[in-house]
């Protein structure tokens, strides 16, 4: 990072104590607008954090041909799914942007090319579980894309250059599922909590105690590893946002989960917290 880079920074965002950084489980969109345990476990986490000055969001939604962040002033909320009730389709969270958190992220990750974007917006991915930690949507919210074309290495490393936003006050959160494998939901059991198949629980086991070991080479290379993890994450959208998460981790901060649970066969809802 050079100077000028720094001086962008300070001028648009103060130094603060550092921010933890998130992983959040969304699972269905329903849980935007259901009272459940995960929808309460959102709330408990925003509580032990502090107000952040802006959020940058990585959400698995919003997966592209090279690397892109939201700059508009008022990103609309997006509600891309299909056959949920009406309620769902009539949440809006009108939460601001941030033209300049955009412009400073777009500077951060250089030499990557990063296309500042007006047509996005925020994606359920973002909005479903920030509602709960903000319902006031009173803080800014940005979103960067994930590149499709880029292996998880990548993705890891590239995290690593958004460091110095936690120093700003921006709460970095990534929005997937860890274990994610629609086409094997037990659709008859769609909200029975503490409910893997075999390699569910494997995977889900396997991949909690990487995380609580700080060892992340093998969640980094999961496309090498066991059956049980190939069937977890059959596609890379909804885990790679939390690689993003522990690229940000620094030395001596400590990795919580919460949430942590699988659901209706195949998902689990399983959230990090790292400060």
């Not at 290379?221 to 059959?234: G, V």
């Not at 522990?246 to 001596?252: H, Y």
Request: aromatic share 10%.
């Amino acid at each position: 990072m050079n100077l000028n880079q720094l001086d962008t920074i300070a001028s648009q965002f103060p130094r603060t104590d550092k921010m933890p950084v998130l992983f959040l489980g969304h699972g269905s969109p329903m849980n935007a607008i259901e009272e459940n345990q995960f929808v309460q476990g959102f709330r408990n986490i925003a509580k032990t954090i502090p107000k952040p000055n802006a959020i940058l969001c990585v959400s698995a939604h919003w997966f592209t041909k090279g690397t892109k962040v939201t700059a508009m002033n008022f990103p609309p909320t997006i509600h891309d799914f299909g056959g949920f009730p009406k309620a769902l389709y009539e949440v809006q969270y009108n939460a601001p942007g941030s033209p300049e958190l955009a412009e400073v992220t777009q500077k951060l990750l250089t030499p990557t090319p990063v296309d500042l974007d007006h047509s996005w917006g925020l994606d359920h991915g973002a909005w479903s579980v920030i509602k709960h930690l903000y319902p006031n949507a009173d803080i800014p919210v940005i979103q960067l894309s994930i590149d499709y074309t880029k292996p998880a290495e990548y993705h890891y490393e590239l995290a690593q250059k958004l460091q110095t936003l936690r120093e700003r006050g921006i709460l970095i959160i990534g929005s997937g599922n860890i274990v994610h494998n629609l086409r094997l939901v037990d659709f008859n059991n769609i909200n029975k909590v503490d409910y893997g198949y075999d390699w569910a629980h494997e995977a889900f086991d396997s991949i909690n105690k990487h995380l609580l070991d700080g060892d992340y080479k093998p969640l980094i290379s999961y496309e090498k590893q066991s059956k049980a993890f190939q069937l977890a994450i059959p596609t890379p959208d909804h885990y790679l946002p939390l690689l993003y998460i522990l690229g940000l981790q620094s030395k001596n901060e400590e990795l919580s989960l919460f949430n942590n649970h699988l659901l209706a066969g195949s998902l689990s809802m399983t959230s990090v917290k790292i400060s």
